[in-house]
């Protein structure tokens, strides 16, 4: 499969960063030159400009340009994961790992989770109510949900992939609060926590499922 042309602009900059050319602080080339140094649209130059700025490589100021917001690029920004970002068949593997990853983590969850690991899971709850009540978008308590869930777990290695595959998803988290459903979100969400508080492995797993499937669905809705 060919890659997007911003893909190829998204991996030339990530180079031009990793060689050292441009360090933290530093502004690179305009829109208008990055399209005559590279020879591309500038619509291309825009979106990988944009996922780079969603990953928290580069940060945009107003009227001003784009910045180098890190230097310390590792996996995250290598061309296959840019491409599983950007090209749609890629995207719903991954969305498929994160569905038998998480209904692992859910399971294993119901089993490990303590007190304190319920409160925080509470909290992230009541976080997300109140973001509906505000009509504020929930990505951030969804997000510390999610991460209190895999915490809970008291393993590492768990920890460490789950962090891999949030880190690849938030851009496709930002894309779906277009078609957020934030009550059915949140319902799913307490039906988790209720089934990990039980101490429910298997219900765990299923309400997480259902979760997930819903999520997908709703990044299906993106696509057309």
């Not at 880190?167 to 957020?180: A, G, I, P, T």
Request: glycine share 4%; charged share 30%; hydrophobic share 40%.
């Amino acid at each position: 499969m060919a890659e997007k042309v911003s893909t190829l602009v998204t991996d030339y900059i990530t180079q031009e960063i990793k060689n050292g050319k441009y360090q933290i602080g530093d502004k690179l080339p305009s829109e208008r030159e990055l399209t005559e140094i590279l020879s591309v649209g500038r619509s291309s130059v825009r979106e990988a400009l944009s996922t780079l700025v969603d990953m928290g490589v580069l940060e945009k100021r107003m009227g001003i340009g784009v910045f180098v917001k890190t230097t310390e690029l590792n996996h995250l920004v290598d061309s296959y994961v840019v491409s599983a970002l950007m090209d749609t068949n890629l995207s719903k593997e991954l969305l498929e790992f994160r569905l038998m990853l998480e209904m692992a983590i859910a399971g294993k969850a119901a089993e490990k989770a303590t007190e304190q690991d319920l409160m925080k899971m509470e909290k992230a709850l009541d976080m997300h109510r109140k973001a509906i009540e505000c009509d504020q978008p929930t990505l951030k308590p969804d997000e510390l949900f999610h991460k209190a869930i895999v915490t809970s777990t008291q393993n590492s290695i768990l920890v460490k992939v789950y962090e891999y595959i949030s880190d690849l998803l938030h851009s496709f988290k930002l894309e779906m609060l277009k078609v957020e459903k934030k009550h059915i979100s949140l319902d799913h969400h307490w039906k988790i926590f209720e089934a990990i508080k039980n101490g429910n492995e298997e219900d765990a797993k299923e309400a997480m499922k259902e979760h997930l499937i819903e999520v997908s669905k709703r990044y299906e809705d993106i696509g057309n």
